[in-house]
């Protein structure tokens, strides 16, 4: 193996390899980062994992088409609508949707998607051997189903705990060109990603924090000038234009 792979990179490829059989039973299958089919994105970000388990078909990520739609569990009427027309819009302009399956904002967008035929990746706290949260379960066999793939950094048997939350939220920003934020308060697990997403030098923009009710996490990203900030369908689609081209330079957006 590889000498730049540290113990503990070992250490998990090796567990990998020891668990395909007992993968295979959930039609579960793996990558490594010495696998063409491991996401190009998450090659880049500071503490990549080296192995990945997914379900569906893992080499739509390396399409450059990942658009992360995020929000909060805690959510407004106005949040779920939004939610449901950005992944539908998301959807019909071929990207892949990604978020982590979250009941709210999430859902609602992993739903709009699939009702335009669009592909999702939905990533896991947890082994996918257990969907998360388990209300979802139907949702999850379909994003399968529809040509998308479910994904995890944990092997068959690893137990769901907050800290796993956290490190999921890295990966979703991670795969995707671009992370949008439709409704959250500044103190949700959204905002975790929206981070990472900054660290990581990805494309940032949330809603306007006035059109949405639980969305203190949106003002501070704006008063804070830390992301484009969209008030209409068409800044949606300028948004979704200009992650499109495969090469860019980070910029600083300017606020209304």
Same mark, same amino acid.
């Given at each position: 193996?590889?000498?730049?792979?540290?113990?503990?990179?070992?250490?998990?490829?090796?567990?990998?390899?020891?668990? &395909?059989?007992?993968? @295979?039973?959930?039609?579960?299958?793996?990558?490594?980062?010495?696998?063409?089919?491991?996401?190009?994105?998450?090659?880049?970000?500071?503490?990549?994992?080296?192995?990945?388990?997914?379900? %569906?078909?893992?080499?739509?990520? $390396?399409? $450059?088409?990942?658009?992360?739609?995020?929000?909060?569990? $805690?959510?407004?009427?106005?949040?779920?609508? =939004?939610?449901?027309?950005?992944?539908?819009?998301?959807?019909?302009?071929?990207?892949?949707?990604?978020?982590?399956? @979250?009941? %709210?904002?999430?859902?609602?967008?992993l739903k709009g998607a699939l009702s335009a035929n669009g592909r999702c990746i939905a990533i896991m706290p947890c082994g996918l051997e257990q969907i998360q949260p &388990?209300? $979802?379960?139907? =949702?999850?066999?379909?994003?399968?189903?529809? %040509?998308?793939?479910?994904?995890?950094?944990?092997?068959?048997?690893?137990?769901?705990?907050?800290?796993?939350?956290?490190?999921?939220d890295r990966l979703q920003s991670g795969v995707s060109q671009g992370v949008l934020v439709v409704e959250a308060e500044e103190k949700s697990g959204t905002m975790h990603t929206a981070r990472f997403a900054l660290s990581q030098c990805k494309r940032l923009a949330c809603y306007w924090y &006035?059109?949405?009710?639980?969305?203190?996490?949106?003002?501070? =990203?704006?008063?804070?000038?830390? @992301?484009?900030? =969209?008030?209409?369908?068409?800044?949606?689609?300028?948004?979704? &234009?200009?992650?499109?081209?495969?090469?860019?330079?980070?910029?600083?957006?300017?606020?209304?």
């Open positions: 193996m590889n000498n730049r792979y540290s113990e503990n990179d070992k250490s998990k490829m090796e567990q990998a390899r020891q668990l &395909k059989a007992i993968s @295979a039973q959930y039609g579960i299958s793996y990558c490594t980062l010495e696998d063409e089919r491991y996401p190009s994105e998450l090659r880049k970000i500071v503490n990549r994992p080296p192995v990945l388990y997914y379900r %569906g078909d893992i080499e739509i990520m $390396n399409q $450059n088409k990942n658009l992360a739609v995020i929000g909060s569990r $805690n959510f407004s009427a106005a949040g779920a609508k =939004l939610s449901y027309h950005t992944g539908k819009i998301i959807g019909k302009s071929g990207f892949n949707l990604v978020n982590g399956l @979250a009941i %709210g904002c999430d859902t609602e967008a &388990k209300s $979802n379960q139907k =949702l999850a066999e379909a994003i399968v189903e529809k %040509g998308g793939c479910l994904l995890s950094e944990y092997p068959v048997g690893t137990r769901l705990e907050k800290y796993r939350y956290v490190e999921r &006035k059109m949405l009710e639980f969305s203190s996490g949106n003002q501070y =990203l704006e008063e804070g000038k830390k @992301a484009q900030i =969209l008030k209409s369908e068409q800044d949606l689609m300028n948004f979704i &234009k200009s992650i499109s081209s495969e090469e860019y330079e980070q910029i600083s957006f300017e606020f209304i």
